[in-house]
């Protein structure tokens, strides 16, 4: 299904009624668009199972619908996180059918078609990325779009140039798009339009997505993290009710912060960033852009390096101290999360 986790169907979705299906959640990791990395981080998988769970279940009971039916345990029944004895990897899932926009190549442009997605379609993930910001720390990629002006402070809602861990007085919402070859920010008026939501739609969404950063927030905060920023996906179910789908409140969908140090992807993000292979990186997705060449992997000229094996350690340990604590339920053998925490600090003080 993806770089990072898999799907087995059990029952497909049809065009009116929902299927089944499992995530299969690995230790591989992705960062920005590449796709699988050289490494596999133990009790990755299982830890973003379990926060993704934990996150589901507390929505669920503040009556927000979500497709999560539950984790899968030794037996392999479907249960709730609490009846879990041990890390599971596997969680259970409502499916809905995922439509592609139509791709073509117009003046060395590439343009997406989204005309099937329409005010009546049911059951079908909606093809955005909907993202909220609680602050902008180092790293936030609206500091490069507003460099680059590609966005505009009014449209942040900002009547200031922001600096790099600049708390906001209330969230920014922020929408991408998600079935292209590479994500790509937009504005709300794109976004309803190529998702063809209402008026009244488009209200939820914003609606739903507070209430996803309200949960996550609180969530981290048994950590003692802050949730400086994060992504949910959304579908419509077989009534086109909103429901959210895919995972979330995990550190690959969030940005988490432990007293100002990043405790997420970013992590490896801030690693590869270091190296050549990310300036080549760079180099092949302007290019693709340039060229209206939709695979602009092809276009770069070197491979990911491995991860230092030390900081392997480290970024394994991090993902199972996060879902220990942010959970309350220990189920990982893995360090607390504040000395994790000084071990990296320890680690980047020695590469300094």
């Not at 299982?46 to 009556?63: N, P, R, S, T, V």
């Not at 942040?156 to 209330?170: R, V």
């Not at 994500?183 to 976004?191: G, H, K, P, Q, S």
């Amino acid at each position: 299904m993806g770089s990072v986790k898999d799907l087995q169907v059990t029952k497909k979705p049809t065009k009116t009624a929902m299927g089944v299906g499992r995530f299969l959640f690995s230790d591989r990791y992705s960062v920005f668009d590449w796709g699988e990395m050289p490494d596999h981080i133990e009790g990755k998988g299982a830890a973003l199972c379990l926060m993704g769970a934990y996150c589901f279940e507390q929505l669920e009971k503040i009556g927000v619908k979500t497709h999560y039916r539950g984790l899968v345990d030794a037996s392999g029944k479907a249960v709730k996180l609490a009846k879990l004895k041990q890390p599971s990897s596997v969680m259970e899932v409502a499916l809905v059918n995922v439509y592609k926009p139509k791709t073509s190549v117009a003046n060395g442009k590439i343009q997406h078609d989204y005309s099937g997605y329409t005010p009546t379609l049911k059951n079908c993930l909606i093809p955005l990325e909907i993202i909220y910001r609680n602050g902008l720390p180092e790293g936030s990629s609206v500091f490069k779009r507003l460099a680059q002006g590609k966005i505009a402070l009014k449209d942040l809602g900002l009547d200031h140039q922001p600096k790099p861990g600049e708390n906001l007085a209330k969230p920014i919402f922020d929408v991408s798009t998600k079935l292209e070859e590479t994500d790509r920010y937009i504005t709300w008026d794109e976004a309803q339009k190529i998702a063809g939501l209402t008026n009244s739609e488009l209200d939820d969404v914003k609606s739903v997505l507070l209430k996803a950063d309200e949960t996550i927030t609180k969530a981290a905060s048994n950590a003692g993290l802050k949730n400086e920023d994060g992504k949910i996906e959304l579908a419509f179910d077989d009534k086109r009710k909103l429901m959210i789908v895919d995972v979330l409140g995990t550190l690959d969908e969030c940005r988490f912060t432990f007293n100002g140090v990043h405790v997420s992807k970013e992590v490896a993000r801030q690693f590869y960033k270091n190296t050549s292979w990310y300036a080549d990186l760079e180099q092949a997705k302007k290019d693709g852009e340039a060229k209206g060449i939709q695979n602009w992997k092809a276009l770069c000229k070197s491979q990911p390096p491995k991860l230092d094996p030390k900081l392997k350690t480290i970024i394994s340990e991090m993902y199972m101290a996060a879902a220990n604590e942010m959970t309350s339920h220990r189920l990982f053998d893995a360090p607390k999360l504040a000395k994790v925490i000084k071990a990296y600090m320890e680690y980047m003080g020695e590469r300094a």
